[in-house]
T-cell receptor, first 113, second 116 residues
Framework: GENVEQHPSTLSVQEGDSAVIKCTYS??????FPWYKQELGKRPQLIID?????GEKKDQRIAVTLNKTAKHFSLHITETQPEDSAVYFC????????????FGSGTRLSIRP | GAVVSQHPSWVICKSGTSVKIECRSL??????MFWYRQFPKQSLMLMAT?????????EQGVEKDKFLINHASLTLSTLTVTSAHPEDSSFYIC????????????FGPGTRLTVL
């Protein structure tokens, strides 16, 4: 089955700087890669996703890149703000009737004022 | 956007009792729902895939007789933790896929289960 690895487990950056979180996946059939932000005690919130037919997607301060050959995908947050502090999860999924999503281990992002 | 609700939001029970958690898709029909468990400071671990009108598919290592899943309608899936023990204390989250939006999944707010 699919296995998603995520690094780093914790990340502290100065407010205004950029943050990068990296993930790898094992199943070459995976074709959907969402990123979630989770605050303590709350549900995961989808912040951006990318499908395997594109290599990069951007939404304001957030961008995601995908390298299908290397089975790598990354989240980039620019101009970080205090409200960006949370746990971020990458995930991978293979579109099918089941479409189950497998999560990475998570990255706790802290923004230093 | 699509809304998924869960009930209850939190529950405390005694060891040995059973607890039922409901997951509802409020504005779309979900043929497939998913149940996750999340321990403190850990990731979401998929427990099972709930299919409307058929048996659930459990992930490896998840006891199907302990975690009973019923998906009797297109908007409701239930997870029953039977004979709960303190090690079952966790955050249980469901998600539902809106078939009209391909692979987008919507998560419920989660249920905090504490077994004494």
């Amino acid at each position: 089955g699919e296995n998603v690895e995520q690094h780093p487990s914790t990340l502290s950056v100065q407010e205004g700087d950029s943050a990068v979180i990296k993930c790898t996946y094992s199943d070459s059939a995976s074709n959907y890669f969402p990123w979630y932000k989770q605050e303590l005690g709350k549900r995961p919130q989808l912040i951006i996703d990318i499908r395997s037919n594109v290599g990069e997607k951007k939404d304001q301060r957030i961008a995601v890149t995908l390298n299908k050959t290397a089975k790598h995908f990354s989240l980039h947050i620019t101009e970080t703000q205090p409200e960006d502090s949370a746990v971020y999860f990458c995930a991978a999924s293979t579109y099918s009737s089941a479409s189950k999503i497998i999560f990475g281990s998570g990255t706790r992002l802290s923004i230093r004022p | 956007g699509a809304v998924v609700s869960q009930h209850p939001s939190w529950v405390i029970c005694k060891s040995g009792t059973s607890v039922k958690i409901e997951c509802r898709s409020l504005d779309f029909q979900a043929t497939t729902m998913f149940w996750y468990r999340q321990f403190p400071k850990q990731s979401l671990m998929l427990m099972a895939t709930s299919n409307e009108g058929s048996k659930a598919t459990y992930e490896q290592g998840v006891e199907k007789d302990k975690f009973l899943i019923n998906h009797a309608s297109l908007t409701l899936s239930t997870l029953t933790v039977t004979s709960a023990h303190p090690e079952d204390s966790s955050f249980y989250i469901c998600s539902a896929r809106d078939p009209a939006l391909t692979d987008t999944q919507y998560f419920g707010p989660g249920t905090r289960l504490t077994v004494l």
